[in-house]
């Protein structure tokens, strides 16, 4: 009997150590990182992508075809305004000068002909006046005098209309003859020499051999022209600061403003080209360097520009990955086949972890600006409050309540509570 009640006893240790030892264990101390929250300077800004260029460039064409005869410059010559850089062979211009002045010169010769048949035609309408008054002409003779006389005035009103026309004509020669001349429209510097001595400049908007003579550029109007996206253009102004990274120097950063703004966009010729009928529009901002800390930077480099678009100034703020958010909870889930069970949607809010008492304390806070790894808090937390910033996989799966464990630096900051 005694033996009975001493198996039954061991059974029913063994059954209540399980429980025991759940009751009695304690969960593990999640280990994190932990970042006190300071205040930093944090600038919203826009990525855009573009090249460097010369505000201040002239691709010179020619206006009249013509061999090329003499080239005065070369390539990386400076020039002043005005300055004579080619010349084209104007041998069949200077003919048609010539022929067109002695096609004015016979005109003049033909109105002064023209004046004299009109003096003698008037003269011989007042003597017939005279006659018909003493009686010896008829009426007719008088009608026809007078109409004799107008004739010759049109003939002359002609003449004169045709001098005016072949003066036009003239004048036209004469500014063919002036375009076998190229001067610099602007002073810059000959950055391209696109023809030799010898070649035809041919006289066309299509980009054929001999339809480009050379670019003259202003060197020290050095820009740079980026593409930013329709879905940003409303968060650039004229003035905001800009950060330029060249292709070249991709480390250096180099200073400049907006400084312009177009009022159209630009349609993106690769989607046109693929007869998308939804055309992504960009706008092709220029932005002036500020200083290019000597670097040397050549027109058409391409380069990556980050705009700053706000700043919040000395702010509260912690690292990106401290903040998160319940926006997965705030999904309506599609319903599966047969399934008509949904989430109910929730309002969104985003929130830290702080630690209090060695454990997690979930906060509600409100952001304001962000940049590339700093988020601003507007509200929730406290200057000094250390907040969990990580590891992600520990963090995204924390709760309310869990023992925390900080090592190393984060204890510092855990210790300032």
Do not use: W
């Not at 001999?210 to 968060?235: F, W």
């Amino acid at each position: 009997m005694k033996r009975k009640y001493l198996v039954g006893a061991g059974v029913l240790v063994l059954l209540c150590v399980p429980v025991l030892l759940k009751v009695t264990r304690s969960d593990p101390a999640q280990a994190v990182d932990v970042e006190a929250i300071a205040y930093h300077d944090i600038k919203s800004s826009i990525l855009a992508s573009g090249h460097l260029l010369y505000e201040e460039q002239v691709l010179l064409s020619p206006e009249v075809i013509g061999k090329v005869s003499t080239i005065f410059v070369k390539e990386g010559q400076h020039v002043a305004r005005g300055d004579l850089l080619m010349h084209l062979d104007d041998q069949s211009y200077r003919a048609e000068v010539a022929q067109q002045e002695a096609a004015v010169r016979q005109q003049r010769i033909a109105i002064e002909q023209q004046q004299l048949n009109l003096a003698n035609q008037q003269n011989q309408y007042r003597r017939k006046v005279e006659l018909h008054k003493m009686k010896m002409l008829a009426d007719s003779a008088i009608d026809d005098a007078r109409y004799a006389v107008e004739l010759a005035g049109i003939d002359l009103r002609n003449a004169r209309s045709r001098l005016e026309q072949v003066d036009a004509i003239l004048k036209q020669a004469r500014e063919r003859l002036a375009k076998t001349n190229i001067a610099a429209p602007i002073a810059g510097t000959i950055t391209a020499l696109n023809i030799k001595v010898g070649e035809t400049a041919v006289a066309s908007q299509v980009g054929i051999a001999g339809s480009s003579l050379l670019t003259i550029a202003n060197t020290d109007t050095m820009i740079t022209e980026v593409n930013v996206d329709e879905a940003d253009i409303a968060q650039v102004g004229v003035g905001q600061e800009v950060a330029i990274h060249t292709a070249a120097y991709p480390e250096v950063a180099i200073k400049g403003t907006v400084l312009a703004i177009p009022l159209s966009p630009k349609q993106n010729a690769t989607a046109q080209g693929q007869g998308n009928t939804s055309l992504a529009r960009n706008y092709n901002i220029k932005v002036k360097l500020a200083d290019s800390k000597g670097l040397i930077l050549r027109p058409g480099m391409t380069c990556r520009a980050e705009i700053f678009t706000a700043s919040s100034g000395k702010s509260l703020s912690l690292p990106l990955q401290a903040v998160l958010s319940n926006n997965d909870e705030n999904t309506e889930l599609a319903p599966k086949k047969g399934d008509k069970k949904t989430r109910i949607a929730v309002k969104t809010e985003n929130y830290v972890f702080v630690i209090k008492d060695g454990k997690a304390d979930r906060r509600i806070v409100t952001l304001g600006l962000s940049d590339d790894s700093q988020q601003q808090i507007l509200s929730g937390v406290a200057a000094g409050d250390p907040v969990i910033t990580g590891p992600y996989k520990t963090l995204r799966r924390l709760k309310q309540g869990e023992r925390i464990s900080v090592d190393g630096a984060g204890a510092a900051a855990k210790s300032k509570t």
